[in-house]
């Protein structure tokens, strides 16, 4: 790789990815981003899987192509947990997905009930169901499949109120008590969860730890890209696209900015 900072493309069905770009981006504040969203196809919770396959890999094969990115973050829980393969296979630049942090749940858990939150689509995947065969054999493991919450993110970003009763309602069935064990680890295995960490922990039965994959994967992008090398004092400004223009609101648009990124006119 050259010295020049790497452009990274991160990708994801919505808003959701912003929560894994923003530790990427305090790692290499000095690379420059791309952000893509596929508003137009969102939500992938629902999608068949076939669909969901050929819709990844098309979009991020043109994406790649347009922005020649060193590296490709795939920050979707729901297209990691089924795409990467294919994607590896069509492109040659490094891609890291993003897939339920089990693991690191299972290893922090003292009651070993452990809840995994996530979209129907992943909670339903092999490679979910094989994370959990190697990973959390010691746990009682409650698959949560919130099908709503997801879209709750992308209204909260777009500037619209979200009632708390709704939001317990979609968390609530991940909160288990069997006689004196309580759930005390959730997994936030849909990038969209943690943009809404404020309202679960004031909506919460009691205090779990949440777990967040997004600084895992932050620390795997500099195991493969390196420590930034240039002055950062000013890091430059990120890129945004959304598959559907009509998603942008202009609370997305100072949302994005928050993070680095500003709207993408081109074509
Ligand atoms: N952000 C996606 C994930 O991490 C899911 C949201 C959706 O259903 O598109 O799984």
């Known amino acids: 790789m050259s010295g020049n900072p790497p452009t990274i493309l ?11 770009l923003a530790p990427i981006r305090a790692a290499r504040p000095d690379a420059h981003y791309v952000y893509i969203g596929d508003t137009a196809c969102f939500p992938y919770g629902e999608l068949p899987e076939p669909t969901l396959i ?97 879209g709750l993110a992308e209204a909260v970003l777009r500037g619209e109120a979200v009632e708390d009763a709704a939001i317990l309602h979609e968390i609530s069935p991940a909160f288990v008590a069997n006689e004196d064990k309580k759930t005390d680890c959730i997994v936030l295995a849909c990038t969209h969860y943690p943009l809404l960490l404020a309202a679960f922990q004031r909506v919460a039965p009691w ?16 195991q493969l890209l390196g420590e930034a090398k240039t002055d950062t004092a000013t890091p430059p400004r990120g890129l945004a696209l959304l598959t559907d223009e009509a998603s942008w609101t202009n609370a997305l648009e100072s949302a994005f900015a928050d993070y680095g990124l500003v709207r993408f006119n081109g074509k």
């Open 207 to 222: 205090s779990v730890t949440w777990i967040d994959p997004a600084p895992a994967i932050a620390r795997r992008v500099v």
């Open 10 to 20: 991160v990708f994801d069905s919505g808003v959701g990815g912003l929560t894994v």
């Open 54 to 150: 050929e819709q990844v890999t098309t979009i991020i094969t043109e994406m790649a192509e347009r922005f020649q990115p060193d590296l490709i973050v795939i920050a979707c829980h729901t297209a990691s947990t089924l795409v990467l393969p294919e994607l590896r296979a069509r492109l040659s630049i490094p891609i890291i997905g993003t897939v339920p942090a089990i693991k690191p749940a299972a290893e922090q858990s003292k009651s070993k009930l452990i809840s995994v939150l996530a979209t129907q689509g992943t909670v339903k995947r092999d490679y979910t169901a094989t994370l959990i065969r190697d990973f959390a054999g010691e746990c009682e493991v409650t698959l949560v499949s919130a099908s709503l919450l997801a």
